[in-house]
């Protein structure tokens, strides 16, 4: 294709982009295919996958009276094959052929060669491009290419458009309701008020402007730096009842990179260079931003949208602009294209009751504080659809799917609000089982321990009855800091949580940095980080990193019992062998140094599939084996959890998931090796049941989850799991086991634990 056809391609995009609706968005999309290849008809059929009709909705050269009103179902017409079929038809005789349907009121009868295009985005089918001559002949190599390539290139555009249409005819009242899929980012359901959320200054925006004064636009920026540091500093204090002093690092982060000295000096720099304080701020703050954007990984690319954030508060306070104060609504949905942790702070806390943000991910640092504050929240609906439609809307949002549905209607209301109330109650019950032990009826007993790390703290989950801590990511000491944290630093936090749990054992990983966990003054740029220096490597790698963690970890257990060791990333049996010996000789060390250090037991994490497949020789050399679940599923399946595109694939029940899990058992029950699951799918009630039959000894999951697991296993006979067992190594795809599983649930009143019975 030539790069004029390229650059038309581009004209037609951004002219679709440009329009204020849907109508004149597709009508500028058939106008510049016109144009484009000077056909006589050109038109586009938005597909309805509720009733199976293709809906003309514009068209250049058909009677522009039967746009809107002609109707073809997927069953008939040409239009309906390109639908069923998925594929482009080509025929250059259209009324010869036997799917032809005459539609009189579209006035096609001059016209005879037909091609038709599908449009798909994300693996739903969307609408059908068409354009027809009065000719006869079959549309040539370069016209398909054409059609082929703007069809792809506007699949993201049309689905936009169709959302923007869709809201438009709900806030006219010529239709009832719509619903949006998304992704899940904190579980719960809320019914509440939309409230778009955005920023009354656009650092984008700011101009250069010279400055004859440098030293007043310094004493500005710094006044200014001053004041947003404060503000930063003092968030948290909104939260004192709700999120302990260990939650709040988040928004001490926050402080901390606005009080950066490089950023302070770079601004400055800029300053005496002739640029105003505003102009200065943004050029560093895009500089930052830009280097964030620059890495690989999502985790590191969404930072770059805090800097831009605390950017914008900065400008705030240099513009002296106020806010004044909003009357928020009691139950509020708040709404942004890219709403971060600190914008939560905007709305009173016991009115904050859902979040729906365009941008974000279930490991986003927003995900990770709207799961800390129990508030359902739904991510991922950029280039989807408008947010700012959603202001003031009613607005249902179910955080265990993902889904959000604008304007409910009446009955949709009234299910949803059914639900709530189950799942208050069903709450209510679960808080029962606090002082219960996690074991099924016929005596079979399950550990369950929690996960620490960010957002975690020690009186909530002491609360819900924790057995231990299972996973201690020690990363967090180490991410929160401008270097690395010292032997002495890492000792006293660990020694507060070994001395706050003890008897109860307290699993600590070694640093597992790399990946989406990017240290901010050890930064490593890979092609793939996830396939790259992460985890153990990193710290074989770097003898003093692993051996002054070590030591930290062993001193800190002095007098205790109940320190654990857990190695990540393990893929080979030297990397074991290495790791252990390096343990050795930290203990060797502080033990020559006078202290009376009892040899924690090790471990060895499983996530990576060269590990499932040694299994038997690394539980050979360990006291216990611990399956990361989210990295061992995103390896196996080939996913990265990460993106948003294939988030929907990560499935914790797929087959080679599950028998990946059997044979990690079979080798720890030969060995006699305690096994102990952990990551997200730990939490989920369906795999819990298999679990149970898997014989696993421990679970390492978020305190959120806990009693609903304890309510599974409670309910559960271990052969009746067993049977269960047998019934799914019989299915080849994920969909009958969860079928079974969700029926099993439901059988035994649990259904309200993944809501999969609503």
Not at 104 to 132: R, T
Not at 305 to 317: A, E, V
Not at 667 to 684: M, N, Q, V
């Amino acid at each position: 294709m030539t790069s004029y056809t390229l650059n038309t391609i581009h004209k037609i995009v951004k002219s679709i982009d440009r329009s204020t609706d849907l109508s004149s968005a597709l009508n500028n999309l058939v106008q510049g295919i016109h144009d484009a290849l000077n056909v006589d008809v050109c038109s586009l059929y938005l597909s309805d996958n509720t009733t199976d009709m293709n809906i003309l909705m514009a068209t250049y050269g058909l009677n522009q009276d039967a746009v809107g009103t002609v109707e073809i179902p997927y069953s008939e017409g040409l239009v309906g094959l390109v639908t069923q079929t998925g594929e482009t038809v080509n025929i250059e005789n259209a009324p010869t052929h036997p799917r032809f349907k005459y539609i009189p009121e579209a006035g096609e009868d001059p016209f005879f060669s037909f091609l038709g295009v599908p449009i798909n985005h994300h693996g739903e089918h969307l609408a059908v491009l068409v354009i027809q001559e009065e000719s006869t002949r079959r549309f040539g190599d370069q016209e398909i290419a054409f059609m082929t390539t703007l069809a792809t290139m506007i699949s993201g555009n049309i689905a936009f458009a169709k959302a923007r249409g869709l809201l438009e005819d709900l806030l006219s009242g010529t239709k009832t309701s719509g619903q949006f899929k998304g992704i899940p980012g904190a579980p719960g359901i809320t019914i509440g008020e939309g409230v778009v959320l955005y920023n009354p200054v656009d650092l984008s925006s700011v101009p250069n402007r010279y400055t004859a004064n440098p030293e007043k636009e310094e004493t500005r920026f710094r006044s200014a730096i001053q004041k947003a540091v404060t503000e930063l500093q003092n968030i948290s204090q909104l939260y004192e009842n709700k999120l302990p002093e260990a939650d709040r690092l988040l928004f001490d982060a926050y402080a901390l990179i606005a009080s950066d000295k490089e950023l302070l000096k770079a601004t400055i720099e800029r300053i005496h260079e002739g640029n105003w304080a505003p102009g200065a701020l943004k050029e560093t703050i895009e500089e930052y931003a830009g280097q964030f954007e620059n890495m690989d990984n999502e985790y590191m690319r969404e930072r770059a949208n805090d800097m831009r954030d605390i950017g914008n508060r900065i400008l705030g306070y240099l513009q002296a602009e106020a806010e004044s104060d909003r009357d928020y609504p009691d139950k509020v949905i708040l709404v942004g294209e890219n709403l971060s942790p600190l914008d939560l702070s905007k709305v009173p806390g016991n009115k904050l009751a859902g979040i729906v943000s365009g941008h974000g991910s279930g490991y986003s640092h927003l995900a990770i504080l709207a799961h800390a504050l129990n508030i359902p929240a739904v991510l991922g609906f950029f280039g989807q659809i408008p947010m700012s439609k959603l202001d003031g809307n009613k607005l249902i949002i179910d955080g265990y799917s993902g889904q959000l549905i604008v304007a409910p209607s009446e009955t949709e209301l009234e299910a949803y609000g059914e639900t709530i109330d189950s799942e208050t109650e069903l709450l209510k019950d679960l808080a029962d089982l606090n002082d219960k032990p996690a074991e099924t009826p016929d005596g079979y007993r399950i550990k369950l321990y929690t996960n620490m790390g960010l957002l975690t703290r020690v009186r909530h989950l002491i609360d819900v009855a924790t057995e231990g801590i299972g996973l201690y990511r020690t990363e967090l000491p180490f991410m929160v800091k401008d270097n690395f944290p010292s032997e002495e630093e890492q000792c006293t936090i660990y020694r507060q949580v070994i001395e706050a749990y003890a008897p109860r054992p307290v699993t600590l990983r070694t640093l597992d940095a790399g990946g989406d966990k990017v240290l901010p003054y050890f930064k490593i740029k890979e092609p793939n980080p996830f396939l790259g220096w992460r985890g153990i490597r990193v710290t074989l790698d770097h003898p003093e990193i692993m051996l002054g963690q070590l030591r930290a970890m062993l001193r800190a257990s002095e007098g205790f019992e109940n320190l654990k060791i857990l190695l990540p990333m393990i893929s080979s049996t030297s990397e074991l062998d290495r790791s252990i010996r390096f343990i050795h000789r930290a203990h060797e060390q502080v033990r020559d140094e006078g202290l009376e250090i009892k040899f924690p037991q090790i471990g060895a994490m499983i996530e990576v599939p060269s590990a499932v497949y040694q299994i038997n020789q690394i539980a050979k050399r360990v006291d216990f084996v611990s399956v990361g679940t989210n990295d061992l599923i995103q390896y196996l399946l080939a996913i990265d959890r990460n993106n948003e595109l294939v988030a929907k694939l990560f499935d914790p029940l797929h087959p080679a998931v599950l028998k990946a899990l059997s044979d990690i058992a079979k080798a720890a029950k030969k060995y006699d090796k305690h096994l102990s699951i952990c990551g997200e799918a730990a939490g989920d009630p369906l795999l819990a049941i298999l679990l149970i039959a898997l014989s696993v000894d421990s679970l390492s999951l978020s305190a959120g989850d806990l009693l609903r697991i304890k309510s599974v296993i409670r309910s559960f006979n271990y052969e009746d799991a067993v049977k269960l067992w047998k019934k799914v190594q019989k299915f080849d795809n994920s969909e009958p086991t969860r079928l079974l599983l969700t029926r099993e649930l439901e059988d035994r009143g649990l259904g309200g634990l993944t809501r999969a019975g609503k």
